[in-house]
C-alpha cells in the first residue's frame, strides 16, 4: 500500500507541475497577443518598408535601403547584437515595360499584359513575332518534338488546379513551366516562351518569378515573359478559332554581374544557452513590380516583431535567439545559403528555426520539418493556440531560406508560419502585392503567434531530439 500511496502522490505531483507550467504558458502567450495587438509595430514597419523604400529586388537601391533601414529599426530595440552579413547576389534589371499583342490578321492585333521572367534576356530591339504552340506543359512540349516547336513561341497554359485547397500544392504543380520551361522550349529550337501567370486569379496582373536556362550555352537562350491569366484565356481562344495566329512582345531585361548586399541580422543573447541559437526570418528581398508587401515584407516585419515582442513583455530567452532577414531568396536564394555556411564555418549550433513566407494574411497555424517524436510532442501544444483559432499543426516544409540550415545541424526542427492562403496567389509576384492588401490585424495576429511558438520551443526543447514538458494532455 505504501508503495502505491507513493505512485499516486508522485502522480499528483506531476500532474499539478503540468497544470502549473500551462497556466504559466497560457498566461505569457496571452501577453504577447495583447501586446502585438494593442501596441504592435509590424504594420507601421510595413508601411515604411513598402509605402517608403519600396520593392526590393536583389541589386537594387530599394535593396540597399532596405538593408539600412531595417539594421536601424533592429538597433532601436535595443538588442544584444545586430549586424549585417555580406553575400554575393545576382542582379537582374527588368529595364523599359514590356510590350506584347496578339495578332489574328493583318493589322488584326489585341494588346496583353505580360511582364519578363526574373533572369530572362531581352528581345531583339525591334522585338519578336512569331506563330504560337500551346502546351499544358514540359512533358506535352517534349512529345511535340523539334519539328513541331521550332522557330515558335512556346505558350504554357497549365493553371493552378481549383480543385486544390492547399494552394501552395496547386502553386507547385504547375510552376516547373515557369521556372524551366523556357530551357526545355530552347532545347526544341523555340524561338521564345510564355506562360500562363500563376495564381488562381483570373485577372489583367501578369506574374513574375524566377526562371533558369540551366546549362544551356548563353547563345541558346530565349526570351521567357509572364502573360496574365487573362490574356492567357484570351490567347488559348483565339489559337483554338485560328492556328495561325501570331504573338508579339518585346522586354529590354538583361543580367548584370553579381553585386555585394547582406543579410540583416539581430540577436538576443540566451541565458542559460548563449551558444544555441534558434531563428526567426524571412527574405527581405522582393520583386520589382509591387513593393513586396506580402511577399515577404510581412514576414521581415513579423520576424522582427518577435524580438520585440520579448523584449516589450520582459522574457529573457534560454537560448539566443536571432532575427535574419535574408537576400535573394526570389532568384537565388544566396542569403540563405550563406547564412547557414558561415554559421557552419563558425560552429554555431541552431536548434530551431522558424520563416514567415506565406503572406501577412490570418495566421491558421504551422508546418513542420521533424522527426514524428519531436512532432508528437509539438502537438501537446495545440490548446495553447485554439483561443487564437490557429487550429493547423501539420508535418511539411518549412521555408527556402531556413532548409539549408538542416546540414550541420543535426535533429534541428524547422517551422512555416501557415497562414490562410486563399488569397496569396492572387498578390504573389504581382504588381498588386501592395501595402493596401495586407490587413493589419492579420498581420499582428501573425507575429504574435510566430513570437508563442518561439516562445515554447525555447522552454521545452531538447537536443539532440526535443522533449516538450508544457504537456497540457498530461
Known amino acids: 500500500m505504501n508503495n502505491l500511496r507513493r505512485i499516486a502522490v508522485i502522480i499528483c505531483i506531476c500532474l499539478i507541475s503540468a497544470f502549473a507550467k500551462a497556466q504559466k504558458d497560457s498566461i505569457q502567450i496571452k501577453q504577447i497577443y495583447n501586446e502585438a495587438l494593442t501596441n504592435g509595430n509590424s504594420y507601421q514597419w510595413l508601411d515604411y518598408l513598402s509605402n517608403q523604400i519600396g520593392s526590393r529586388l536583389s541589386g537594387s537601391l530599394g535593396a540597399e535601403l532596405a538593408v539600412e533601414w531595417t539594421k536601424s529599426q533592429l538597433d532601436s530595440i535595443g538588442l544584444d547584437k545586430v549586424w549585417l552579413q555580406p553575400v554575393m547576389v545576382p542582379k537582374w534589371i527588368r529595364g523599359a515595360t514590356e510590350y506584347a499583342y496578339i495578332e489574328t490578321g493583318l493589322g488584326e492585333t489585341t494588346q496583353v499584359p505580360i511582364c519578363a521572367l526574373g533572369g530572362s534576356i531581352a528581345t531583339p530591339p525591334n522585338g519578336l513575332k512569331a506563330s504560337v504552340i500551346e502546351v499544358k506543359g514540359i512533358e506535352e512540349l517534349k512529345a511535340?518534338?523539334?519539328?513541331?516547336?521550332?522557330?515558335?513561341?512556346?505558350?504554357?497554359?497549365?493553371?493552378?488546379?481549383?480543385?486544390?485547397?492547399?494552394?501552395?500544392?496547386?502553386?507547385?504543380?504547375?510552376?516547373?513551366?515557369?521556372?524551366?520551361?523556357?530551357?526545355?522550349a530552347a532545347k526544341l529550337g523555340a524561338a521564345g516562351v510564355i506562360v500562363r501567370s500563376v495564381t488562381h486569379s483570373i485577372d489583367d496582373y501578369p506574374h513574375t518569378g524566377s526562371m533558369s536556362y540551366g546549362d544551356l550555352p548563353r547563345a541558346q537562350h530565349i526570351p521567357a515573359a509572364a502573360i496574365s491569366t487573362k490574356g492567357a484565356e484570351l490567347l488559348s481562344t483565339l489559337l483554338k478559332?485560328?492556328?495561325?495566329?501570331?504573338?508579339?512582345?518585346?522586354?529590354?531585361?538583361?543580367?548584370?554581374?553579381?553585386?555585394?548586399?547582406?543579410?540583416?541580422?539581430?540577436?538576443?543573447?540566451?541565458?542559460?544557452?548563449?551558444?544555441?541559437?534558434?531563428?526567426?526570418?524571412?527574405?527581405?528581398?522582393?520583386?520589382?513590380?509591387?513593393?513586396?508587401?506580402?511577399?515577404?515584407?510581412?514576414?521581415?516585419?513579423?520576424?522582427?516583431?518577435?524580438?520585440?515582442?520579448?523584449?516589450?513583455?520582459?522574457?529573457?530567452?534560454?537560448?539566443?535567439?536571432?532575427?535574419?532577414?535574408?537576400?535573394?531568396?526570389?532568384?537565388?536564394?544566396?542569403?540563405?545559403?550563406?547564412?547557414?555556411?558561415?554559421?557552419?564555418?563558425?560552429?554555431?549550433?541552431?536548434?530551431?528555426?522558424?520563416?514567415?513566407?506565406?503572406?501577412?494574411?490570418?495566421?491558421?497555424?504551422?508546418?513542420?520539418?521533424?522527426?514524428?517524436?519531436?512532432?508528437?510532442?509539438?502537438?501537446?501544444?495545440?490548446?495553447?493556440?485554439?483561443?487564437?483559432?490557429?487550429?493547423?499543426?501539420?508535418?511539411?516544409?518549412?521555408?527556402?531560406?531556413?532548409?539549408?540550415?538542416?546540414?550541420?545541424?543535426?535533429?534541428?526542427?524547422?517551422?512555416?508560419?501557415?497562414?490562410?492562403?486563399?488569397?496569396?496567389?492572387?498578390?504573389?509576384?504581382?504588381?498588386?502585392?501592395?501595402?493596401?492588401?495586407?490587413?493589419?490585424?492579420?498581420?499582428?495576429?501573425?507575429?504574435?503567434?510566430?513570437?508563442?511558438?518561439?516562445?515554447?520551443?525555447?522552454?521545452?526543447?531538447?537536443?539532440?531530439?526535443?522533449?516538450?514538458?508544457?504537456?497540457?494532455?498530461?
Open 241 to 474: 478559332l485560328n492556328p495561325d495566329t501570331k504573338f508579339y512582345y518585346s522586354m529590354s531585361c538583361r543580367n548584370l554581374p553579381d553585386v555585394e548586399s547582406f543579410n540583416v541580422i539581430g540577436e538576443i543573447t540566451g541565458r542559460e544557452y548563449p551558444n544555441k541559437y534558434m531563428v526567426v526570418g524571412g527574405h527581405l528581398d522582393s520583386w520589382d513590380l509591387g513593393d513586396g508587401s506580402h511577399d515577404d515584407g510581412a514576414g521581415v516585419v513579423q520576424s522582427m516583431e518577435v524580438l520585440r515582442l520579448m523584449k516589450a513583455v520582459g522574457y529573457k530567452p534560454k537560448h539566443s535567439i536571432r532575427v535574419v532577414l535574408f537576400m535573394n531568396e526570389e532568384n537565388g536564394l544566396r542569403g540563405g545559403r550563406k547564412y547557414a555556411a558561415e554559421a557552419k564555418k563558425n560552429n554555431e549550433r541552431h536548434v530551431f528555426a522558424l520563416e514567415s513566407d506565406a503572406g501577412g494574411f490570418t495566421p491558421r497555424g504551422f508546418s513542420f520539418d521533424s522527426d514524428d517524436r519531436n512532432f508528437d510532442e509539438v502537438l501537446s501544444w495545440k490548446p495553447l493556440f485554439e483561443p487564437y483559432l490557429i487550429h493547423y499543426f501539420e508535418k511539411g516544409g518549412s521555408g527556402a531560406d531556413i532548409g539549408p540550415l538542416k546540414e550541420g545541424n543535426k535533429g534541428i526542427v524547422l517551422a512555416g508560419l501557415r497562414p490562410d492562403s486563399q488569397r496569396y496567389f492572387d498578390h504573389h509576384h504581382a504588381a498588386n502585392d501592395t501595402f493596401d492588401a495586407v490587413n493589419k490585424r492579420e498581420l499582428e495576429l501573425g507575429a504574435a503567434t510566430m513570437t508563442s511558438l518561439i516562445y515554447l520551443m525555447d522552454n521545452y526543447i531538447q537536443k539532440p531530439g526535443i522533449k516538450m514538458t508544457t504537456s497540457i494532455r498530461d
Open 144 to 184: 511535340l518534338g523539334k519539328d513541331k516547336v521550332a522557330g515558335k513561341v512556346v505558350f504554357y497554359n497549365r493553371p493552378m488546379q481549383d480543385e486544390l485547397i492547399e494552394t501552395f500544392r496547386a502553386y507547385g504543380g504547375c510552376v516547373d513551366q515557369r521556372y524551366s520551361g523556357a530551357a526545355e
